[in-house]
């Protein structure tokens, strides 16, 4: 299979995929852009492109864009700040209030993370990467990846549930040890 | 832990704002056209034109931008200052260096008594409470996280910590360069808002002692740990367990790697639910991580029948 021939199936299979990447964290309106620029530094760099793994690569690219679009324009640093139209337009069509308000509840305990731990979180389950992927993603070893996961899980489940944070053992490497 | 994605996943899984996004396929044929049609490949070299937006021209910039940034933050920290040091007539636990509207606190003994500790920060005016637990070499007298009772703790890429509560932010910076604990963060010392807000707890890790578990385990290839400086990944196991015995390491556990291919086909793959015991592991197979322990000279393995593509933290 040439070049071209592969990389237009590597494109059809993942576009989707890193459009949503996009759309999550940039918003409907810039998300395509994203996306296909994503796919154009794809191109230009395929000769040392790693074709079995695409998906962390493609994710480290889309994201690096968005963490720059967002600095320029400081317009989308909340997740819970997204338009209303944009929940209820492109996504939510079906909810009621309840649904809606759930969500942004939803997204500000995500936005009261750092920005690696929701980007970990993000990219586990709306992305659906597993450990490994997500840690080359954000750029740290799986153990650490692992613990901020669990961090971030149980602050998430604090903030969801609208409790008090205690006062918390923060991070122990020791507990990713074997 | 094992459960954590699970659980975040089922959590967040009805709040996916792009859950039913689907891809234009009109469009997506022409984004695919103009990148195939258009763009030159130049091997090795990246021919970045524009596309579309002026801004995705930024990213070089910004990038080298940030990097200058940090190199300055790292040159100009004041450690010309010296060591200001209260409690006269004893040894000082701890060494403040004044900066402005900064502070920066290093460990001096890590084995004082921790109310020590925290006299010495209240003499700063300071709520600061350092926990000080035990570590294996590479983490000893390094500050590992900071966190507050009771108020959000922010993780910054930079390495920098945001106490955030509805009256404001203070921010916690890790100072003393970039000391060696392999793919775990670290600092040597921790850089404080004179005007901080509310109580703080600072983790340090300590020397463990004699037969004491670690807390904190480090990096086992790091600097001063039992493997410092080993190359293991895509070693075969024969020869990693070769390397071990000569230094006297154990293998506590081994953890079976996520396949890789297809690309798919490690999703959701938890490598601590994969326990193998050692008789199920030949030689000829590939280690690609060592993990640390709590327990000394002792390692968790990671491996598989293949060797890993994924390129570790650094690049190594």
Known sequence: MNDEASFTRMFQEHYESVLRYAWRRVGSADAPDIAAETFKIAWEKYDGFPRDQPLPWLYVTARNLTLNLIRKDRRRERLADWPGEDLSRHAVEQDHAYAVTARQAALAALDGLSDDDRELVLLVSWEGLDLRQAAVVVGCSRPVASMRLHRARKRLRRLLADEPQSVGRHPSYGENAV | ?316
């Open chain 2, 1 to 316: 832990m094992n459960n954590d994605i699970k659980q975040l996943r089922s959590m967040l899984e009805a709040h996916d704002p792009a859950g039913r996004v689907r891809a234009d396929p009109l469009a997506s044929s022409a984004t695919l056209r103009e990148i195939v049609g258009g763009a030159e490949r130049t091997p090795g070299r990246v021919t970045r034109r524009w596309f579309r937006r002026r801004w995705l021209l930024l990213l070089p910039a910004a990038v080298v931008l940030a990097g200058a940034v940090i190199a300055l933050t790292a040159v100009l920290r004041p450690g010309d200052v010296g060591p200001v040091h209260v409690g006269p007539g004893k040894a000082e636990a701890l060494a403040f260096t004044a900066n402005g509207d900064t502070v920066d606190v290093r460990i001096v003994d890590p084995d004082a008594d921790p109310r020590r500790y925290r006299e010495e920060f209240a003499a700063h005016g300071m709520d600061v409470d350092l926990r000080m637990q035990s570590a294996s070499p590479s983490l000893v007298g390094k500050m590992i996280s900071v966190s507050s009772p009771g108020r959000m703790t922010v993780y910054n890429p930079d390495g920098s910590f945001d106490i955030q509560d509805k009256n404001g932010s203070s921010r916690i910076e890790g100072v003393g360069g970039s000391p060696d604990c392999g793919v775990i963060w670290c600092k040597t010392g921790v850089r404080i808002p004179v005007a901080l807000r509310g109580p703080v707890v600072i983790t340090f890790g300590r020397a463990a002692r004699p037969g004491e578990p670690y807390e904190l385990a480090g990096d086992p290839t790091a600097r001063g740990e039992s493997l410092e400086g080993l190359p293991l990944r895509n070693r075969t196991v024969a020869e990693v367990r070769l390397m071990l015995r000569q230094r006297q390491v154990t293998v506590k556990r081994y953890y079976h790697d996520a396949p890789e291919n297809p690309p798919e086909a490690g999703r959701g793959w938890q490598p601590t639910e994969h326990v193998l015991r050692p008789e199920e592991v030949p030689g000829t197979w590939y280690v690609h991580e060592a993990w640390g322990s709590r327990d000394r000279g002792a390692v968790g393995l990671l491996v598989a029948p293949w060797p890993t593509s994924v390129i570790p933290p650094g690049g190594s």
